[in-house]
């Protein structure tokens, strides 16, 4: 049984090789060249932290634990500090293993290919607009607080059909689950609760009056028997699309910004050259991948020589996998037009994400609507730049002035 | 005279990411899940060699061949 009275507060790390902890605060900061020292030791290594953990740290070890869905489950895909039992349909497919992993995916895949996304494309650059035009003229502004954070958030949410008005409460409930749930089961459960409320609400209103949105999308998909899906089918996977569709896209908004902040060359070659930008964007997405995703070993197997044993979780690091000497020349410097570009910051196989083409979309947008109304800006030396915690990589608060330095 | 080429994804290996697609829209097709075929029987027309190569070698999933005939 979990223990969900105190979070516990963990110890410094003073041995990354064999006690890392991707919660400690140096991790946060700058994870780039502890990922260099695990890599360095070993491609796989391991901690006693979070009830034993191993994390690989080069891209083939990566793959290889990604391509074995009979070693590794996805039914846990957070590593923490406890391992409460598993909810059924928790959050499919993303925590599906095969065999019923493939037809749940399949039902979300058609509203997310690249001609949907083309549809939805004109709602985006209207919301960055909006967005922008809510601080151009301070000077001043949080490019994490007040653009990046807002731009995934009110997308999906038009997509599922709910209001982009209620933004901050669903912002709240990710923020509780993707890191302040780490350590407080209770922040965790509380926040799933009100979401499967809210959207039990939706459910509802839908079945007097039908909308085409994906709300009712999934409450009309049939499984392969031809049934409807169980209710909590349908919620677990609108709980998925709202967790994973908001973090995830403002970190890698946000980083974007930030490199583009720092490194003047660059921006203004994508301001001269705004074709290069989707090339661009894969070489950020690999140089500052968001998302490190989790896996359960579940059987003893060895990866990259490496034994790895049973009941231990995995932090599969497909940011770590993207800093990758081995597999990308240069690994460590964003090459704003690197054409060779195999990342995974979307993951390999079967769990790739299935609103890659939706994020890149939004962060294509995003970086073209922000150069063209605001071709300088430059990080704010009186604040200060933090980063989130855990599962999810990027920053919370970004402090730009806008213009050109005087 | 240049070897003619042809690509070839791999559907067992393709999981949709739609690099393909986006660099070489000549080449392939998607289907409504968003996985890859390549278009007709495959063949790359003069002068799209460069984006067959390209396509080739962004794929994450390793699902693209090209093969010179
Ligand atoms: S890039 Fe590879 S995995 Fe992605 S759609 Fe094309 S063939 Fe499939």
């Known amino acids: ?58 891209y083939e070890a990566v793959r290889e634990i990604a391509n074995d869905t009979e070693h590794f489950s996805s039914r846990r895909i957070i590593v923490r500090d406890v391992r409460p039992e598993v909810a059924r349909n928790a959050a499919p497919p993303i925590t599906s293993d095969p065999p019923v992993h493939k037809p749940a995916k399949q039902l979300l895949l058609p509203p997310f290919t690249p001609d949907a996304m083309k549809k939805l494309e004109p709602r985006m650059r209207a919301i960055c607009n909006e967005l922008i035009d809510g601080f151009i003229t301070d000077g001043k502004v949080d490019a994490a607080a007040r653009y990046s954070k807002y731009i995934p958030v009110q997308a999906i949410a038009h997509m599922l059909g709910i209001p982009e008005s209620d933004s901050d409460l669903f912002i709240n409930w990710i923020h509780m689950i993707l890191e302040l749930g780490i350590k407080d089961e209770n922040k965790l459960l509380q926040a799933v609760q009100e979401m499967s409320d809210y959207f ?50 403002w970190s890698a908004i946000g980083s974007s910004l930030w490199h583009l902040a720092r490194t003047p060359a660059d921006r203004e070659r994508l301001i001269a050259e705004p074709g290069l930008i989707p090339i661009a964007v894969e070489e950020l997405l690999r140089a500052y991948s968001p998302v490190t995703m989790a896996r359960e070993v579940v059987k003893e197997t060895t990866i990259s020589g490496c034994p790895v044993k049973a009941g231990n979780m995995v932090l599969l690091s497909f940011p770590a996998a993207n800093r990758d000497p081995k597999m990308f020349p240069d ?9 060779e570009n195999r990342h995974a910051a979307f993951g390999l196989g079967i769990h790739r994400c299935v609103g890659s083409n939706l994020a890149r979309m939004e962060m294509q947008v995003a970086l073209e609507e922000w150069l063209k109304r605001i071709p300088d800006f430059r990080l704010d030396p009186a604040g200060t730049v933090t980063w989130s915690q855990g599962t999810v990589r990027g920053p919370r608060q970004l402090p730009f002035l806008l213009g050109k330095a005087m | 005279m240049a070897e003619r080429l042809k690509v070839h994804v791999d559907p067992d290996k393709c999981q949709g990411h739609a690099r393909c697609k986006a660099l070489a829209p000549e080449l392939f097709e998607l289907d409504e899940y968003g996985n890859a075929h390549e278009a007709g029987d495959g063949t790359v027309p003069p002068g799209l060699e460069g984006k067959a190569w390209l396509a080739k070698s962004n794929c994450p999933e390793i699902a693209i061949d090209v093969i010179e005939e």
């Open chain 1, 200 to 249: 039990r609400a939706q459910i509802e209103e839908r079945r007097s009056k039908p909308t085409d949105d994906l709300i009712s999308y999934l409450m009309n998909a049939k499984d392969k028997e031809g049934q409807p899906l169980e209710e909590s089918h349908v919620l677990g996977s609108l709980r998925l699309l709202l967790i994973a569709g908001i973090d995830t896209t």
């Open chain 1, 1 to 58: 049984m979990s223990d969900v009275s105190q979070p516990a507060a963990h110890p410094p790390v003073t041995d990354w090789v064999n006690d890392f902890d991707h919660t400690d605060p140096q991790w946060t900061d700058d994870p780039f060249p502890i990922w260099e020292e695990l890599r360095a030791a070993s491609p796989v290594v391991h901690t006693e932290r979070f009830l034993g953990c191993y994390m690989p740290t080069t």
């Open chain 1, 331 to 339: 690994a460590d410097k964003v090459v704003i037009d690197r054409r």
